[in-house]
């Protein structure tokens, strides 16, 4: 249980468009889905917290216009990375929260990311 | 700020014991996990502490002291597939989501 993935797994796209990523959550439901960003060999740093139905909170530093982001419903979250520039390649990973499994109401349970590479 | 401090690398032989030490600083403490992570893969949930003292899952045990900001994971009868990266993170804020703010991560390498 408590499965979550990621639509593109890779994607590779020119400067200035616009790619979007999907999280799902498969077998629960899940109020609030985060968005991180890892670059190679560091950590991972919280872009965002994405409620359903509401508007994404924004982690100081991260463009809102920029990584725009979508909580359509209990299963679903979209980060879309608008004018793709370079240096916003990077692994972008999303987490589903849910209470009361596994190690307690803290736990995360991840994706399996997106690498996404602007050239 | 938040600020959460791990060594970089540590390497051991397999089936030896390995303790990952995490120290924090943060804004809020609502409780620490400990995630895995191999080469180009999601973060896998090892363990939680929310109280201090020692939780034991397996061949792996998570320790906390709220006290000193001190927190490690500890790996037993290590094997091969144990290298990875682990992270210790904090969850700093409650309320519309648990927020994490994760350490500067622990390479593990196991080695025969």
């Known amino acids: 249980g408590a499965v979550v993935s990621q639509h593109p797994s890779r994607v590779i796209c020119k400067s200035g468009t616009s790619v979007k990523i999907e999280c799902r959550s498969l077998?629960?439901?899940?109020?609030?889905m985060f968005w991180y960003r890892q670059f190679p060999k560091k950590s991972l740093m919280l872009m965002a917290t994405s409620n359903e139905g509401s508007k994404a909170t924004y982690e100081q530093g991260v463009e809102k216009d920029k990584f725009l982001i979508n909580h359509a419903s209990l299963t679903l979250s979209t980060l879309t990375v608008t004018s793709a520039h370079p240096e916003d390649s990077s692994f972008y990973i999303c987490?589903?929260?849910?209470?009361?499994?596994?190690?307690?109401?803290?736990?995360?349970?991840f994706g399996p990311g997106t690498r996404l590479t602007v050239l | 700020g938040q600020s959460l401090e791990q060594p970089s690398e540590v390497t051991a032989v397999e089936g030896a014991i390995v303790q990952i030490n995490c120290t924090y600083q943060t804004s809020g403490f609502y409780g620490l996990s400990w995630y895995q992570q191999h080469d180009g893969g999601a973060p896998t949930f090892l363990s939680y502490n929310a109280l201090d003292g020692l939780e034991e899952t397996g061949r792996f045990s998570s320790f906390l002291s709220r006290s000193d900001s001190y927190g490690y994971l500890l790996l037993q009868e290590l094997q091969m597939k144990d290298s990875a990266s682990y992270f210790c993170?904090?969850?700093?804020?409650?309320?519309?989501?648990?927020?994490?703010?994760f350490g500067t991560g622990t390479q593990l390498k196991v080695e025969l």
């Open positions: 993170a904090v969850t700093f804020e409650k309320g519309g989501g648990n927020k994490l703010t």
């Open positions: 077998d629960f439901q899940a109020t609030t």
């Open positions: 987490s589903a929260a849910t209470s009361g499994r596994g190690g307690g109401t803290d736990t995360q349970y």
